[in-house]
């Protein structure tokens, strides 16, 4: 996995150094299961369109991209969990994963 | 590659006395010392990891050794009716084919594990419990249903499979099948070695949206059995 260095002024804080992993993380389960290069991974923003948006991504794709995230974060995702808004976007992706963490 | 048939029921396993229509066999088959029955993957990951199957096929082929890939009763060009088959008699199916082919290993791949027959040796390549392959399956057939609007949990959907069987992401399975999915592991008593993915490299092709292929990786766990048969002192002819 490749990523550019961050630049910054002063050393990330804890929050912002985990965040950065757990994003790191989740663009590359997206580069396993759509089969693209970790670099078009890495250029993806909070505004990418996921489900709804890429036609691959279908009931069976997400079931698969939900239990991989799983696996890889160990967390435990509810069926009741799952919405629309949490995978229309990457954004909307991240931001569950990172609720469900700081909830554990 | 050669196409051809092998029969269930042919080697007696006492499954009942009617004849059955031969099932599919696909070999790379040239009379070799090393001959290998493939038992693939289930459902969806059959179909996401059939090129990368028969990449490994290919691969064997070029390393001197023979292997066959069966189509199981219900799957593929079959026409037995998948919500009939069960893991216990896939696993027979598996006995048959393997000895009406002579294989001297087996090589399963991913959910394959859970009904590849243990006495011979062999390989299992990123095996998955039952439980986990049904999961996903359970999880997909949930959010399909959400999206047209019906609400389902996985719980009263597998609850309601158990008495009834159930259709899952468009893979009618039994009732029977559902209960040994349930409690089927990948590490079972047999003589075949486990290969995790990690051994290969890359990220698994089952993970894919759609079906992909990978020759590296077709390559990597051929390769992988050619030395350990070397190792096993069985140099291919």
């Not at chain 1, 991974?41 to 991209?65: C, I, K, R």
């Amino acid at each position: 996995m490749s990523s550019k260095p961050i630049a910054r002024g002063k050393p990330a804080s804890d929050g912002e150094a985990r965040g950065h992993h757990t994003d790191m993380i989740l663009k590359q389960i997206l580069a396993d299961v759509l089969g693209i290069s970790s670099e078009d991974a890495m250029a993806l923003t909070p505004e990418s369109g996921l489900f709804g948006h890429l036609p691959e991504l279908d009931s069976m794709a997400v079931a698969g991209l939900l239990t991989e995230i799983e696996d890889r974060f160990d967390i435990v995702i509810e069926d009741d969990d799952v919405d629309g808004e949490m995978l229309e976007t990457y954004g909307g992706l991240m931001a569950f994963v990172e609720a469900k963490l700081a909830a554990d | 590659m050669k196409l051809s048939t092998w029969q269930p029921g042919k080697r007696s396993n006492g499954r009942g006395a009617q004849p059955k229509a031969e099932e599919l066999l696909l070999s790379f088959d040239c009379g070799r010392q090393s001959r290998i029955m493939i038992c693939p993957a289930l459902f969806d990951e059959a179909n996401k990891l059939r090129r990368f199957t028969l990449g490994v096929m290919r691969e064997l082929d070029v390393r001197g050794i023979d292997s066959a890939i069966l189509d199981l009763p219900g799957t593929n060009e079959s026409l037995a009716l998948l919500e009939e088959q069960t893991l216990a008699a896939w696993r027979e199916d598996a006995r048959d084919a393997a000895a009406q082919f002579g294989a001297t290993h087996i090589l399963s791949i991913r959910a394959g594990a859970l009904y590849a027959p243990p006495e011979l040796p062999g390989w299992r390549y990123a095996a998955l419990d039952g439980a986990k392959q049904l999961s996903a399956m359970l999880r997909a057939q949930v959010l399909s249903q959400r999206e047209a609007g019906k609400a389902l949990t996985r719980e009263k959907l597998l609850e309601e499979g158990r008495k009834n069987g159930a259709m899952l992401s468009g893979w009618s399975l039994s009732a029977t099948m559902l209960a040994e999915l349930e409690t089927a592991r990948a590490h079972t008593p047999s003589q075949h070695r486990m290969i995790e993915h990690s051994e290969i490299g890359g990220a698994g092709l089952w993970l894919r949206a759609e079906p992909g292929e990978s020759g590296a990786q077709s390559a990597t766990l051929a390769s992988m059995i050619a030395h350990s048969l070397e190792d096993a002192g069985e140099a291919q002819t």
